[in-house]
């Protein structure tokens, strides 16, 4: 009862962890950006600013920044190994396989069931020079924050106290937790879920978030430009939405998960055994400390 009640305690306290980081980046990013929208739209300067402050961030994050104490520990809970080219290319393939067909998923999901889509931010008026530079950060931002949060802090901790399928399955409900935000819905939840899953074995054989952070910013670029904003007008299939939109929704969702598998069992093989946990680093520096 006693070790259950530990194992709990972890996941909860990676949980908390991983959500604080998420809601001070991204919190600090959505307080710029509307104060830009509202005060100066045609002056840039929250994209200008928001990098200085992800270094920043990430610099603390990652132990390269900020107090010594624990700079060991952080570091150890942001893994930034190596990677092949090998690993890379079949990293990024699966990556972006994988994003189209749970694109493809979403689109499919919400012409079975009813989803209120997610609130978006109004850009009507905003010029260009605002508009892109506001999207580059926002792809960026994001996946750095939630990387660093969830497939950094969040497996590190829990892959204390559990192995590495819980730690990969664990870390990926907290992922799917943090966008409650957007609604309570199955449909969505289960998107965010495979996203996590996703991300988090890319990061458990390669050692590293780089190529997962990549791949999240395609997700977030592809998400926020060709699927989030059509949702409003999306029909159920029981009012008329089964056509050549739903049709190929569902051909793209088949053919991109074959791509995935493939190309996923390719980055297992080029990466042979997989890298040791987060815990394991800890560890060993704290030792040669």
């Not at 959505?30 to 929208?37: D, L, R």
């Not at 939109?245 to 791509?259: D, I, Y």
Request: with cysteine; hydrophobic share 60%; glycine share 10%.
């Amino acid at each position: 009862m006693q070790g259950l009640l530990r194992k709990t305690g972890v996941v909860a306290g990676a949980g908390a962890i991983a959500f604080a980081i998420t809601a001070i980046g991204q919190g600090l990013w959505g307080v710029m950006a509307i104060a830009n929208v509202e005060l100066s739209p045609a002056i840039p300067w929250a994209p200008l600013l928001m990098p200085i402050v992800l270094a920043g961030l990430a610099a603390f994050l990652c132990g390269r920044a900020g107090p010594k104490a624990g700079r060991a520990n952080r570091r150890a809970l942001v893994p930034l190994a190596p990677v092949s080219a090998k690993a890379w290319t079949w990293a990024l393939l699966a990556g972006f396989a994988g994003i189209i067909a749970l694109a493809a998923l979403w689109t499919v999901l919400a012409s079975i069931v009813h989803t209120p889509p997610n609130a978006l931010p109004d850009t009507r008026g905003l010029p260009l020079q605002t508009l892109l530079p506001m999207l580059l950060v926002s792809i960026v931002a994001a996946p750095l924050t939630e990387e660093i949060a969830f497939r950094g802090y969040a497996m590190g901790l829990i892959g204390r106290r559990f192995g590495p399928t819980a730690t990969i399955v664990l870390s990926s409900l907290l992922f799917a937790a943090a966008h409650l935000t957007q609604g309570a819905y199955a449909s969505k939840l289960i998107v965010y879920f495979l996203v996590g899953l996703a991300l988090a074995a890319t990061v458990w054989r390669t050692g590293s978030l780089l190529p997962a952070a990549v791949v999240h910013s395609f997700g977030d670029l592809v998400f926020f430009t060709l699927v989030w904003p059509h949702d409003a007008g999306r029909r159920l299939i029981t009012d008329g939405g089964f056509d050549i939109g739903f049709c190929v929704s569902l051909a793209v969702l088949a053919v991109f998960s074959g791509v995935w598998f493939v190309a996923f069992r390719l980055l297992i093989r080029v990466t042979g055994k997989a890298r040791p946990s987060a815990a394991t680093v800890i560890k060993g520096e704290l030792a040669a400390a």
